[in-house]
């Protein structure tokens, strides 16, 4: 015995739904992308997606339900949504809309199915695109849980890229003794030497005190005189925010690596106290060391 439902499509229901959904995808690719966008050129995306999704969800309209159009029209959802300058990015953030689609629609679906709330709904699927009555609760737990993850995966992503760009490993060789800290590029720093301009390391105290000579340690530790054979020591006067200016003392390593690679001449100037609060680095370099290094 065959069973034949009807239910009832409501063209406004179908575009308003499918609107909200493409302005939050494209939303999310933006930020995973850490990409700007304007309120209106999202909009207009949307609405092209959604009127895309009504023109799909009606059978005879099958000819722009292919592999080929649907791929297209992501990447046309993309250009008129962001700045793309170029094929290469305009393909790239249109992999992540899909990535960040197919991220949405499993979350949904999960929260659909676990919630119960698929039990007594209308829904109807055609040539790809899903109508359903779904009560508004659903729909909001299903966007902050699926914005929950995104937003941790961007954090992940962005940090990893922080640590890419400007992480640097620092190895400072000084009198027969050597440290490996990590440290971050700070464009902020422009610390140099007075006399000679010669750029600064700034690292914690207790990262480097191995390689500090034992007869300059007393002058690092705020007293003492400095006597014998030691690396020669340098003041570097700084200003920060707060204060209203001080001093760091330095020395001269015999040799100083940056990822492997020789640095110039510079000044480690020793830090009492934590650079980092979470430690992920202990030392802050001074760009210049790095040349073009922090444009790679």
């Not at 494209?26 to 050129?41: K, N």
């Not at 829904?123 to 929950?148: D, M, Q, R, T």
């Not at 191995?210 to 300059?216: D, M, Q, R, S, V």
């Amino acid at each position: 015995m065959c069973v034949v439902m009807e239910m009832t499509v409501y063209i406004d229901v179908l575009f308003a739904v499918n609107f909200a959904v493409n302005f939050l995808l494209l939303v999310a690719t933006a930020v995973v992308c850490s990409a700007r966008v304007s309120a209106r050129r999202v909009f207009a995306a949307a609405t092209l997606g959604a009127l895309y999704c009504v023109c799909v969800f009606f059978p005879h309209m099958h000819i722009f339900y292919s592999t080929a159009v649907k791929l297209l029209v992501g990447v046309v959802l993309v250009v008129v949504a962001f700045d793309v300058r170029s094929a290469r990015e305009a393909l790239k953030k249109a992999a992540i809309f899909y990535a960040v689609t197919l991220v949405f629609g499993g979350g949904a679906l999960a929260v659909f199915t676990m919630s119960g709330a698929g039990a007594g709904a209308n829904a109807l699927y055609s040539n790809g695109v899903l109508y359903a009555e779904l009560p508004i609760s659903v729909l909001a737990l299903a966007v902050c849980a699926i914005y929950a993850v995104l937003y941790i995966t961007q954090k992940l992503l962005r940090d990893n890229a922080m640590r890419t760009r400007f992480m640097r490993t620092v190895t400072i060789h000084c009198m027969g003794k050597c440290v490996e800290i990590t440290a971050l590029l700070d464009t902020g720093n422009s610390l140099c030497d007075p006399f000679d301009g010669t750029p600064v390391i700034v690292a914690e105290y207790e990262a480097i005190e191995k390689i500090i000579p034992e007869t300059a340690k007393c002058l690092f530790k705020g007293g003492g005189d400095y006597c014998g054979k030691a690396a020669p020591l340098r003041i570097i006067p700084f200003h920060a925010v707060g204060v209203q200016g001080g001093v760091l003392l330095g020395f001269l390593p015999d040799e100083v690596f940056l990822d492997g690679q020789s640095a110039p001449k510079c000044v480690v100037c020793a830090y009492e106290g934590r650079l980092a609060a979470d430690g992920s680095y202990r030392a802050l370099i001074n760009p210049t060391l790095t040349g073009g290094m922090d444009n790679d």
